[in-house]
């Protein structure tokens, strides 16, 4: 079964296609912050994608807009709220939450 896991804590959840990570996060439990409540207005969403990256929806110019003006201009961080799971056939994605 493909799986995400979500990092510090490691807890292991079934990836679900077309779902994101934000989604899945709050569907198992997990938190992360969402103050625009998922609409990818904000970016106390972001998360750090450490494997898997090419598993999940590209970036969006408004996401890529948001993260750049925020600072954070590598590929791996993403907002989790945007990051969409392309294929429910992947093996693994590994997200870092990053403390706030
Ligand atoms: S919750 Fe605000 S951008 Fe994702």
Redesign the pocket.
Known sequence: MPQVIFLPDGVTVDAQAGKSL?DLAFENDIL???????????????VIIREGLNLIQNKSEE?NH?LSEAGFTGEENR????CKILNAGVKKIIVEIPKT
Do not use: F, P, V
């Open positions: 934000l992360i912050e969402h103050n625009c409540g998922g609409l990818c207005a904000c970016t106390s969403c972001r996401e948001l907002l989790s709220c945007c």
